[in-house]
């Protein structure tokens, strides 16, 4: 590219940012003072502000109805100006279709009925569940019901339906380069990978001619039918763009005085798409925005059966943590918003959020987990690409123990060296010994551990009074301790070192316990 070409390029995409953040701030500006109108006149057609005559009823319905499809205009508008910017953000999962398509119609019914349209649900059962965004497939399918509503005489019908999909009309193939180019997943396109949802009306019709115009931004086909409810030709644009984000295609059938048939595709859940498609999505995004992201990958050498109430619990814990993240068999994939240097930081969040869900339900899976972290780049990247370099600097959790770092405080020489040995076993390579609390602050000054495995009762300073004195310090507050006491029947556990913890109190006796409690908190 010459320099030239260069300067060009560089002022279109100026020229871009400047119309996508007049738009978003247009948008914004226009939202508030609307919902102040919408509020006030629900105010008063509820008789909150006193009596109103069935004439007032009549204008002020119909400024309400005004009201809701500026409110919808705006939507649009939000929704192209996000998706340009590389803001919109979905939430695939496993998702049940028909539930998304029944909300979809309960929304738009009130309107069909006021043209006294037939509108029939026809759902094949048991369809298998889909990967996509729920809120959004029921948004494509508002945008395609209030389309045919529009463009459907009074009286005529309109039928959504859903079924396995066999075959994607030709050109259609999300695993055409074309698909790749725009950043979507390469998907298997066998006959049970697809669902096809579609919406059929007996309106006006689409001439040929406007098959592919009638999905651009702003576009509107001479079709009149409903002049009242025209929108700003943003619907279909904004369909096509959250279909294939999410792995499929939209295209439509129809012929001009009989009717139309819309259809799009969404991909079958299965755990492996969903994990590809996660990252597929975020690099889409990061591509847009130029952000990046970490991908850490967390691999178990351990049955699927056995896993999986551990990777239900994760899912959980990682997304109350602004993880994304999705998991298939042995393999969990969990993306963060972390620079380079803070790689390793999301790891090791990761790795805690991993502990505790093994911790109550499968603790001796925690050391057949291992631990892969990889930085997206700015150049372009595939998930599977993305997913090797992750694997290729994976690290067990055995190797992560050997790093770290305890001290045990008893003045029993016994106890000291029974209590070595079981954290030996657990793979932790530096094990100090102090043989009091004066000996446990002077070895702090010198490094700090992760753990501390500590007595209660000891001549000159106790163990209580050894915890309060690490909790008084910001620099040992936060060390994780486990009291191991010949005394542990009179507690079950003590305060913690951060609020809502509490620190466990196990016997002399009980080393399996303690192994326990080490492989979790270290």
Known sequence: MTSSEEELESAHQAQLRLKDEFLSRVSHELRSPLTAVYQFVTILLDGLAGEINDEQREYLGIVLRNVK?????????????????????????????????????????????????????????????????????????????????????????????????????????????????????????????????????????????????????????????????????????????????????????????????FFFTLPVYSPEHAVVSLIQDRLVRAKATGETFSVVVVEAHAADDALRPVWER??????????????????????????????????????????????????????????????????????????????????????????KRLIIVDDDEQGRRLIQRVMSSLGVHSVRMAASGPELFAALREELPDLIVLDIQMPGMNGHEVIGRLKENAGTAAIPIVVVSGYAGEYSELDGITPGTAIPVLGKLDMKELRRWGQYLL
């Open 314 to 403: 994760l899912l959980v814990a990682a997304g109350e943590k602004t993880f994304s993240a999705a998991y298939a068999g042995k393999r969990f994939v969990a993306l963060a918003a972390e620079s380079d240097s803070q790689g390793e930081f999301a790891r090791n969040r990761l790795r805690r959020l991993a502990k505790d869900a093994c911790f109550p339900v499968a603790p001796e899976l925690c050391r057949a987990l291992s631990y892969g972290v990889a930085v997206s780049r700015a150049d372009a990247e595939s998930a599977d690409e993305l997913l090797a370099r992750a694997n290729a600097a994976a690290v067990s959790e055995p190797v992560l123990m050997a790093q």
């Open 69 to 261: 499809q500026l409110q919808a205009m705006i939507g649009d508008l939000l929704d192209v100006s996000r998706s340009q910017s590389g803001k919109l953000v979905l939430s695939p999962r496993e998702m049940i279709l028909s539930e998304s398509i029944g909300a979809a119609v309960d929304t738009v019914l009130p309107t069909a009925q006021a043209k006294n349209l037939s509108l029939l649900i026809q759902v094949a059962e048991s369809l298998p569940a889909a990967y996509a965004d729920p809120l959004r497939v029921q948004q494509i399918v508002v945008n395609l019901v209030d389309n045919a509503i529009k463009f459907t005489p009074e009286g005529g019908w309109i039928h959504v339906g859903a079924k396995v999909f066999q075959q994607l009309p030709e050109g259609l193939d999300p695993s055409s380069e074309k698909a790749l180019a725009e950043g979507l997943p390469k998907c298997n396109t066998g006959a049970d990978s697809w669902l096809e949802v579609s919406v059929t009306d007996s309106g006006c019709g689409i001439g040929e001619e406007d098959y592919e115009r009638i999905f651009q931004q702003l576009y509107q086909s001479g079709r009149t039918v409903d002049q009242s409810r025209m929108g700003l030709g943003l619907g279909l644009f904004i369909c096509r763009d959250l279909v294939t984000r999410q792995g499929g295609r939209i295209w439509v059938e129809s012929r001009v005085g009989e009717g139309s048939t």
